[in-house]
């Protein structure tokens, strides 16, 4: 599960200038470039439109408009890291990792930059260097619930599944609302044969978060295991209704990437039905 700045589960565009401040603090703080304010203005525009593209989804503009500020300005690390961000929104996957480790050379003491480049490595199944890239997050900021959500991630695709359940449950005592921290802790949980403790929080999620399809898929799963026939089939409507890619189990196992006992256990459900 990739961390979406919404999070969940697919990626995080983590656009913001870290400790950097606006383009102006960057710029004021370069005086040698003898910058007009003309000059100024123009890469105010400019870092906007890079801004509201990325927010857009206009990917391949956006990153034109990064790489124009780059040409401009390639010591700053920020830059890089969004650059980094959009070139991974387009599976640009080797390039985002280049961008990022630009970005940490230059200042290496920004969290944001290790935490996109463990995403990317998450992408290539490179498990190890991911977790030590989120490891690098939390020495920089222990109480970043996303770096342990995502090294939980990182761990499970090791099979390391008590670990990740660590990782998860400290991710949700960090942020309570983080919901998806909480519902990969469950999932882990289900894992590690706590299957009771998996299902009862399952269900406090559905009840917290009707329309949470991964929930609501889940418990399918899970009901269905204890013969709880009826109750599973009517979970099922409302994940599919939500989200109709819990259909596809390769989907599930590789993308959603469930436990693979959980995976199983829908499996069942499906080939039954």
Known sequence: MLRLIEKFFTIVLLLTIFSLGTPFTVI?????????????????????????????????????LWTQILEQYPDNPA??????????????????????????????????????RGIAYERLNKWSEAIAD????????????????????????????EKATEDYKKASELAPEYAFARANYSLALYQIGQTQEAVKTIKSLVRKYPNFADMRAALT????????KGE??????????????????????????????????????????
């Open 134 to 161: 989120y490891n690098q997050v939390i020495e920089l900021d222990p109480t970043d619930p996303v770096a342990y959500n995502n090294r939980g991630n990182a761990e499970g695709g090791l099979g390391e599944w």
């Open 221 to 228: 799963a899970c009901l269905w295991e204890q013969g709880k």
């Open 28 to 64: 004021a703080a370069s005086e040698s470039q003898n910058i007009t304010p003309t000059q100024l203005e123009e890469l105010d525009n400019l870092f906007n439109q890079a801004l509201n593209a990325s927010n857009n989804g206009d990917f391949a503009n956006a990153e034109q």
């Open 79 to 116: 830059i890089w890291s969004n650059r980094g961000n959009i070139r991974l929104s387009q599976n640009k996957i080797e390039g985002a990792i280049s961008d990022y480790q630009k970005a940490i050379e230059i200042f290496p003491n920004a969290p944001d930059p290790y935490l996109n």
């Open 232 to 273: 599973a089939e009517s979970n099922w409507v409302a994940a599919v209704g939500l989200d109709p890619r819990y259909q596809d189990l390769d989907w599930v196992a590789n993308i959603r990437r469930w436990p693979p006992t959980l995976v199983n256990s829908l499996e069942k459900f499906i080939k039954i039905e």
